[in-house]
């Protein structure tokens, strides 16, 4: 799953050739640190095969925690993985899928 990942395509664009590599580098510093804790920000940079992938590689890791924030115009799919929750922010209230709903009532009041 890992050797996928990083197996850059042909006509994959420089941004995204960078985003993938600083990825590789913070999963690999945090590890060592001993923080096994990612903030992964633009993965929208990322087709939808790369943001699946991505998903995969952070689960199948040996890390407790990534927060991956990032725009999407699609829907969170009706089957989330196990350990995964799809926090959205629009209009001052949040809406999680995968989880239970334990910031809406905090963010709504700000």
């Not at 042909?10 to 960078?18: F, I």
């Not at 590689?57 to 989330?80: C, F, G």
């Not at 209009?91 to 334990?102: A, K, L, P, T």
Request: proline residues 4%.
């Amino acid at each position: 799953m890992l050797a996928d990942y990083f197996c850059v395509r042909e006509n994959a664009s420089d941004v995204e050739k960078l985003f993938r590599f600083g990825i590789a580098l913070q999963v690999a510093l945090t590890m060592l640190m001993g923080l096994r804790f990612v903030v992964i920000d633009r993965a929208d940079v990322l087709d939808k095969e790369r943001r699946k992938m991505l998903t995969g590689l952070l689960l199948n890791s040996k890390l407790d925690q990534a927060i991956i924030p990032a725009t999407s115009e699609e829907a969170p799919p009706s089957i989330v993985p196990k350990g995964v929750k799809f926090v959205n922010l629009e209009s001052r209230h949040c809406s999680i899928r995968g989880g239970h709903n334990v910031c809406a009532e905090s963010l709504a009041e700000r």
